[in-house]
Nanobody, 121 residues
């Protein structure tokens, strides 16, 4: 069974750092683009950062200069390093990946369960 498993969320003080990790597992032929999204209470879901299969990263303005997205293709893992965190970064963070799976290599988007990030003093 194909799934994305996230880790690294939690409570951190303003100015602190968190490292979110997401690993795809199961019958996976290949992993395409991967991304992190977030949704804060009362707000729409927004893209935080994305990275192509070749490693080209893209960042939303909110995280630019503070966040870094990277991937390890051998481990089917995408990481979001978040530094200089602000209370406004508080949200549920979701991992997303385009996966080719199964014997027929069907391409679909998969989502992680979400992990809570809370930035508070």
């Amino acid at each position: 069974q194909v799934q994305l498993v996230e880790s690294g969320g939690g409570l951190v003080q303003p100015g602190g750092s968190l490292r979110l990790s997401c690993t795809a597992s199961g019958s996976i032929f290949s992993v395409g683009s991967m991304a992190w999204h977030r949704q804060a209470p009362g707000k729409q879901r927004e893209l935080v950062a994305s990275i192509t299969s070749q490693g080209t990263a893209n960042y939303a303005d909110t995280g630019k200069g503070r966040f870094t997205i990277s991937r390890d293709n051998a481990k089917n893992t995408v990481v979001l390093q978040m530094n200089s965190l602000k209370p406004e970064d508080t949200a549920v963070y979701y991992c997303n990946a385009r996966l080719s799976t199964g014997l027929w290599h069907v391409n679909r988007d998969y989502w992680g369960q979400g992990t809570q990030v809370t930035v508070s003093s």
